[in-house]
């Protein structure tokens, strides 16, 4: 069964850079059938898509957070990271990794738990 | 304020049946899949409907999609208590070129 799971820094400050890894596992993230995308929620607020990454590296950015954003995808650990520049509270939110299976017209299959990131001082 | 459009909360009772709505455009829901979500408070989303009105393994019949035109609908028979939730639709937008969500509907069973 695959699991995808979040880890990162739960506190950020203003203006610094947050990083994250979802690491896969029980199955590869090389399979070319599948996306790897990031998602946020802010504390209870609706769900914001960040954006994604296939198989290959190719990235697609939700274009508000695009200058501000990289994700790039490791193949030898498995993993995808999700790179967010000049953070503020704005970006207060639960972080949820999740896959999207190229046939299911966008919807995400599978989601992490979630990794809440407060931005403070 | 969100890209689709969602009721914020409908409630029906024990056994009944609710639909939720989920309003877009030509952009997003006109013209790609809807997929819906359901979420209990502290929790990941769970897939229910992807492209449009299809069920993932295990998503039992009593949840169902369909769309039309530039609306989509989830509906649920057989309501049960443990369906209190908050359940998210979501679709690409082709003019955003991004994945965009409705606010959310809170499900309150009776």
């Known amino acids: 069964q695959l699991q995808l799971q979040e880890s990162g820094p739960g506190l950020v400050k203003p203006s610094e850079t947050l990083s994250l890894s979802c690491s896969v596992s029980?199955?590869?993230?090389?399979?070319?059938?599948?996306?790897w995308d990031w998602i946020r929620q802010p504390p209870g607020k609706g769900l914001q898509w960040i954006g994604r990454i296939d198989e290959t590296g190719t990235t697609y950015y939700n274009p508000s957070l695009e200058s501000r954003l990289t994700i790039s995808v490791h193949t030898s650990n498995n993993q995808f990271t999700l790179r967010l520049t000049s953070m503020t509270a704005a970006d207060t939110a639960v972080y949820y990794c999740?896959?999207?299976?190229?046939?299911?017209?966008?919807?995400?299959?599978?989601w992490g738990q979630g990794t809440l990131v407060t931005v403070s001082s | 304020q969100s890209v689709l459009t969602q009721p914020p909360s409908v409630s029906a009772a024990p056994g009944q049946k609710v639909t939720i709505s989920c309003s877009g455009s030509s952009s997003n829901i006109g013209n790609n899949y809807v997929s819906w979500y359901q979420q209990f408070q502290g929790t990941a989303p769970k897939l229910l409907i992807h492209d449009n009105d299809k069920r993932p393994s295990g998503i039992p019949d009593r949840f169902s999609g369909s769309r039309s035109g530039t609306s989509a609908t989830l509906g649920i028979t057989g309501l049960q208590t443990g369906d209190e939730a908050d359940y998210y639709c979501g679709t690409w937008d082709s003019a955003l070129s991004s994945v965009v969500f409705g606010g959310g509907t809170k499900l309150t069973v009776l």
């Open positions: 999740a896959r999207s299976p190229d046939d299911y017209g966008d919807g995400f299959d599978l």
């Open positions: 029980g199955g590869s993230i090389s399979s070319p059938t599948y996306y």
